[in-house]
């Protein structure tokens, strides 16, 4: 069975500071990652995906995003946080043998970023 | 593209009363997804369409739910009678198949407040 989990239902970070959003993952084969961000009265729009290859994987806005297998985790970054950050951010994750089935979304992460 | 669209974005009924929610996936797009979104519960998966028929509707609550697709272009997530805890936001996402990596693609939202 394919799982995630988003250990933290809020961070709060300052502004300028380095942010991270921690997901943990759970799949039997290679899985394939995918970070969502929501803001207000908006619906899931997509940051970044991890497939294959580097482990590093930079999206939109600035953030990105390292894959561990190791520890099964493939946490949310960015290098120095905006205001306009804030938003509610959800890891996503698909198993590579489980065809052409839906994305399985953890409960979401409420990032508020304080001026 | 438009991207995914829905309507109507905010319904506001009395309960007992039919809720019809209206999507258009992306053109092209051969998997159609419906969500539901509340404080309580996250982001849960109702149902998805693969080609327009059903695959997964373990997700749909209650009887008091109905999905349809009847073209390509069109899905319906009806709720009769509605009930105040239907209240929620409810996404309509598609995918495309032939995308290794089922990205998926999500709509504005539609706010339901069922009184």
């Known amino acids: 069975a394919q799982s995630v989990a988003q250990p933290e239902d809020q961070v709060n970070v300052a502004e300028g500071n380095p942010l991270t959003v921690k997901c943990t993952y759970s799949?039997?084969?290679?899985?394939?990652l995918f970070w969502y961000v929501q803001y207000p009265n908006r619906g899931l729009q997509f940051l970044l995906k991890y497939i294959t290859g580097d482990n590093l994987v930079k999206g939109s806005y600035g953030f990105e995003a390292e894959f561990n297998k190791s520890q099964t985790s493939f946490h949310l970054k960015k290098p120095s946080a905006l205001v306009s950050d804030s938003a509610l951010y959800f890891c996503?994750?698909?198993?590579?043998?489980?065809?052409?089935?839906?994305?399985?979304f953890g409960k979401g992460t409420r990032l508020s970023v304080i001026a | 593209d438009a991207g995914v669209i829905q309507s109507p974005r905010h319904e506001v009924t009395e309960m007992g009363q039919e809720v019809t929610l209206r999507c258009k996936p992306i053109?092209?797009?051969?998997?159609l997804f419906w969500y539901r979104q509340t404080m309580m519960r996250g982001l849960e998966l109702l149902i998805y369409?693969?080609?327009?028929?059903?695959?997964?509707d373990s997700g749909m609550p209650e009887d008091r739910f109905s999905a349809k697709m009847p073209n390509a272009s069109f899905s319906t997530l009806k709720i009769q009678p509605s009930e105040p805890r239907d209240s929620a936001v409810y996404f309509c996402?598609?995918?495309?198949?032939?995308?290794?990596?089922?990205?998926?693609?999500f709509g504005p939202g539609t706010r339901l407040t069922v009184l």
């Open positions: 053109s092209g797009h051969d998997y």
């Open positions: 996503a994750v698909r198993d590579h043998l489980s065809g052409n089935t839906p994305l399985v």
């Open positions: 369409f693969n080609n327009n028929v059903p695959i997964d």
């Open positions: 996402a598609s995918s495309l198949a032939t995308d290794t990596y089922n990205e998926q693609f």
């Open positions: 799949v039997s084969g290679n899985p394939y």
